[in-house]
């Protein structure tokens, strides 16, 4: 599969879990104090977005979403394979960890891999490295990444190699980072066409107003 083909994949995927996450309306409308943080479809509240995953971190322990996310974070699902769509939404999310720093907010940012065949503990924390000094990437088994998936409504499809090369194959995959606290679960979604800055803006909108 070529390049632009795999990326048309991947938005066509993209585009289906929006009308999703869209069609699963959130309830409190106005009174939602946390409304104005929110934009698109979303009305306001809390959706059933987000659960309890058992994953294998980047030094190889086993934990859990208590264990990641102790704090506002960014959860993001990708593979370090993937040729550009997965670096640059990762960047951008590690970048507005920065930015949020810079304004004395503390953000944790998460890349959950969905290619646990490759993707190893130690080529997750090569990859996060480079992204955020502190972004937590995890990986498990097959049912373990697709248990996390699910609770998520992320969707993701290997795709067939091409013979002769097993190895290298892409994934289709939806692209969102969602915003998750410990307490109140799944906040919002944001979409890769958001800035670093725009991100940083309702990431710190929904703190203020928490």
């Known amino acids: 599969m070529s ?5 048309g994949a991947v938005v066509v995927a993209g585009a289906v879990i929006v009308g999703t996450l869209a069609a699963t309306q959130f309830t409190g409308g106005a009174s939602d104090a946390l409304a104005e943080c929110r934009v698109g479809n979303v009305a306001g509240g809390s959706a059933s977005i987000g659960g309890p995953f058992e ?3 980047e030094t190889g322990a086993t934990v859990t979403d208590k264990d990641v996310i102790t704090k506002p974070t960014l959860v993001y699902f990708g593979y370090t394979f993937c040729p550009d769509v997965c670096p ?3 960047a951008r999310n590690g970048e507005a960890a920065v930015i949020l720093e ?4 503390d953000v944790g940012t998460v890349f959950i891999s969905i290619d646990p065949e490759r993707d190893t503990p130690a080529s997750l924390a090569e990859f996060t490295d480079v992204m955020h000094p502190e972004m937590i990437g995890l990986t498990g088994t097959e049912e373990q990444v697709k248990a996390a998936s699910m609770a998520y409504r992320t969707y993701f499809k290997k795709q067939e190699p091409e013979e002769g090369d097993e190895e290298f194959y892409l994934v289709d995959h939806s692209t969102f980072t969602y915003l998750m606290t410990p307490e109140q679960g799944f906040l919002d979604f944001f979409k890769r066409e958001e800035t670093p800055q725009q991100m940083a803006d309702r990431v710190q909108c929904f703190i203020n107003a928490l």
């Not at 390049?3 to 990326?7: C, D, M, Q, S």
């Open 3 to 7: 390049r632009n083909l795999a990326i």
């Open 55 to 57: 994953l294998v971190d």
């Open 88 to 90: 640059l939404d990762t």
């Open 102 to 105: 810079e304004r004395g907010l």
